[in-house]
């Protein structure tokens, strides 16, 4: 058992380290669908993407969800602002990169945990502990140095932030796994993209024939670039702790950042490079506090067993003084 247990983990790891270097790397397809322009590109990831999932869950005979959500008009409608919350995220993502800020764009991934928590305090009335509140402090400096260096808000990366923010609030309402809720979103997409392609195309704007077959097989391909990285996801969510994958998460915009600045070779002043300093400092303080307060729990919880064990009696152990 311990070493089959051992294989899972070690399955869930590389699916992390898959999916995660896979939407690191992502900026170096975006590229390669010029002269598409980021809102033909959207639209055609729009419609290869609910083909892919469609085929995945016809192989694996997963339908029953699809009936079940049309009966439920408050989780459709929930389906829908996630649709609606992505599809702003995956456009403002795709016009970054084919505009050569992938640096601005890797901030926003960077930013979105600080982003989730302030949500958490606005919306949900969550209440942070104090390490929490000085990494959050340190995220709201970190834009501004930023704002001061880019001469402008960051908008790029605040608009990638909050959108993904909102859409994970949404998606953990409406509780659909990975693979069925990219698929119930993009079927709320797929008739929009697919009438402003055919539109584009009567106009005679349309990139996905006159570039050749090879373009036409690239931007098919967005399909696949979507719902790859999630399928790997899925596969390691189920096998490793969560605390791992908060910490594999960081794996994308690392990646985007380094090939913003290594591969693209942007810009990054001084003053950049100090608000990039503050950001990873705040990540740095929330995994800290992720981390400590996970191992207390972990060790509370052992020596609840260990009391357990020793009295056989689990009211004594929880509540020693309620005899």
Known sequence: MAAQSRGEHRIGLLNGFAAYGMWGLVPLFWPLLKPSGAVEILAHRMVWSLAVVGVLLLVLRRWSWAGELIRQPRRLALVTVAAAVITVNWGVYIWAVNTHQVVEASLGYFINPLVTIAI??????????PVQWTAVGVGFTAVLV?????????????CLAFSFATYGLVKKKVNLGGVESLAAETAIQFLPALAYLLWLGSR?????????????????????????????????????????????????????????????????????????AL??????????????TARSARRRMAELVADVTDTGDVTEARFPLAK
Request: with cysteine; hydrophobic share 55%.
């Open 120 to 129: 958490g305090v606005l919306l949900l009335k969550e209440r942070l502990r």
């Open 146 to 158: 930023l704002t001061v260096g880019y001469g402008r808000p960051p908008w790029i990366s605040l």
């Open 204 to 276: 005679g704007g349309a990139t996905f024939g006159p570039e050749g077959t090879g373009h036409a097989l690239l931007l098919a391909a967005t399909g696949l670039v979507t719902a790859l990285p999630l399928v790997c996801f899925g596969a390691a969510a189920i096998r490793v702790p969560l605390s791992t994958l908060g910490l594999l998460q960081y794996l994308a915009p690392v990646f985007q950042f380094l090939l913003g600045v290594w591969y693209f070779g942007e810009a990054m002043p001084p003053e950049r490079w100090a608000g990039f």
């Open 279 to 292: 950001v990873w400092l705040a990540l740095s303080l929330l995994t800290w506090d992720a981390l400590r």
